[in-house]
């Protein structure tokens, strides 16, 4: 059985023989696209999102799948952040996924701690609960209509980098007999999960451990509907954890400390029932269990995104308990900082140096989510003296000390990381952008087509009609006298208070004004 191309123009399936004429697949490297193109592999949220903002950005991107297509109802995530959402909100997609999802204004983390999402200076000052399949609809829709091409039913196998770009070997079909073939580009990234064959084929290690064995899953109704709309406790050696499909189904998480067996174990609904009433006090009546199942929560990183020309992101990149529920946020993220970099470097425009920020931005970024799930975990489950004594401690402090409060919300929802700024820049650059209104309309809306956008006072943009194919020119819907130069993942690359026209073309050729291809 040979791979399938699903088409961008007519978004159907279209069976490709792969095994005849050349090795490359001539359907995924056109001749003279593949020393401008970027395959992506895996066709998870994160890959979706890359995918879609190449293409968006006019550089020729194939994406390999070694599923068939369909997207699994099966959802591993149930939660988009304020700073995702954000994100999406720059892409034309977050008012709509905010109608089929329900928000949630408080997060409980566990016991005593509830973490407040009101106050958080965002347009999306809450959670937003929505199953991980209808993100990737909608971003699986943008990158079919942007015209991304879409390889399924291939498992790489391996691959070659040289100087001008990466040979990725793989197999076409199901099994070991499938047909080998070789894809070109210029740019690999790996998005393919936790055992990403991109991430071995590099030589990448992935340290790290198993932090919490033996947890179950199972895809019930209830006969009683929760009070809350994310449930979520321990008590003792239990924990577990209820969210709603939308369609009459919910997702348990459950964990018992004496219960630790392979994943493989069989698994019945009346151990699923035992540990939620253990952790919640009552089982909800759950019956007609659609799909159960046992995994293992790790904690681990990759020591580098980049290796050459092949870049990580996601899970292949970086994995973490589910507290706080940042796993698919923390990759759409990573998704959205890397895919404008490449883009600038394809196009011909990228100041020296900008795809090793990738490394230098989201590192740090992993890392810190590694932590804060992990810490949270851990007290969530304290069973000890002097670790109980330390949750009960931390949670007043927390309740009592606002400036960390803040930084806990900001950590977990996205909105608080900042990104290096050189020494002596504007304390604006390297922050998150806020969705400032402007005179016509706001931010991000203006950065809905991918560009850099310039938010500046009236009657100051003069000479930059040269780079309005690079950056958008707005104007502040205030008196506001500082120049903002905003990258298109919504963080500051340069300001300054009331520079003259010299300093902001210079700016502006920094950061966008390269010689293009």
């Keep these: ?157 391996g691959l070659a980098q040289d100087a001008d770009g990466v040979t990725l070997r793989a197999r076409g079909g199901r099994g070991a007999d499938g047909e080998a073939k070789e894809l070109r580009a210029a740019y690999v990234v790996g998005t393919d999960g936790m055992r990403s064959a991109v991430r071995e084929s590099v030589g990448l290690s992935f340290p790290g451990q198993s932090v919490i064995r033996s947890v179950v899953l199972a895809d019930v109704r209830l006969a009683e509907k929760p009070e809350t709309l994310l449930t979520v406790n321990a008590v003792g050696d239990a924990f577990a954890f209820l969210a709603p499909f939308g369609d009459g189904y919910y997702r348990v998480i459950g964990w018992h400390r004496g219960r630790n067996v392979a994943d493989d174990e069989p698994l019945a609904l009346d151990e699923v029932k035992e540990i939620t009433r253990l952790a919640l006090g009552r089982d909800f009546g759950m019956h007609d269990a659609r799909w159960m199942s046992r995994f293992h929560s790790d904690e681990r990183q990759a020591p580098e995104y980049r290796v050459g020309r092949v870049f990580l992101a996601g899970d292949a990149a970086h994995v973490h308990t589910p507290a706080g529920g940042q796993g698919m946020n923390t990759g759409l993220q990573d998704a959205a900082n890397l895919g404008w970099k490449l883009a600038a470097t394809l196009n011909g425009y ?82 998150r952008v806020p969705d400032v209104a402007l005179r016509d309309g706001r931010l991000y809306e203006a950065l809905r087509d991918g560009r850099f956008v310039l938010v500046a006072p009236a009657g100051t943009a003069a000479g930059t009609e040269v780079l309005k194919d690079r950056v958008s020119v707005v104007t502040w819907a205030s008196e506001r006298r500082t120049s903002l130069l905003v990258r298109p993942d919504g963080y500051a690359a340069w300001a300054a208070e009331s520079p003259t026209p010299e300093e902001t073309e210079t700016a502006l050729t920094e950061a966008v004004g390269r010689s293009a291809l």
């Excluded at 550089?59 to 297509?69: F, N």
């Excluded at 990737?136 to 943008?142: D, I, K, M, T, V």
């Design 1 to 157: 059985m040979h791979g399938k191309i699903r088409t961008a123009t007519t978004g159907t399936d279209a069976a490709t023989d792969a095994g005849t004429g050349p090795a490359t697949d001539a359907a995924t490297t056109a001749p003279g696209t593949a020393s401008r193109s970027v395959i992506v592999v895996g066709a998870g949220p994160t890959g979706l999102l890359l995918a879609g903002d190449l293409a968006t950005a006019g550089v020729p991107v194939t994406l390999v799948e070694k599923r068939p297509h369909g997207i699994s109802n099966l959802s591993r995530a149930f939660v988009l952040h304020a700073r995702t959402l954000e994100q999406l909100d720059a892409r034309g997609l977050a008012d709509e996924l905010e109608a089929k999802g329900q928000t949630l204004d408080r997060l409980r983390l566990f016991a005593r701690l509830t973490v407040d999402l009101t106050t958080l200076p965002s347009r999306f000052n809450h959670l937003l609960v929505l199953p991980q399949y209808e993100v990737e609809r909608a971003l699986e829709r943008r990158a079919v209509e942007a015209g991304v091409r879409f390889v399924y039913e291939t498992e790489v196998t």
């Design 350 to 431: 990228a100041p020296a140096g900008l795809l090793d920020t990738y490394q230098s931005e989201r590192h740090p970024v992993g890392r810190s989510v590694l932590r804060s799930s992990g810490g949270i975990v851990r007290l969530a489950m304290a069973k000890r003296p002097w670790t109980l004594a330390a949750r009960a401690l931390l949670t007043t402090f927390l309740d009592h000390a606002r400036p960390a409060r803040t930084r806990m919300v900001g950590q977990i929802t996205g909105i608080g990381f900042a990104y290096p700024a050189p020494r002596g820049a504007h304390p604006l650059v390297g922050r």
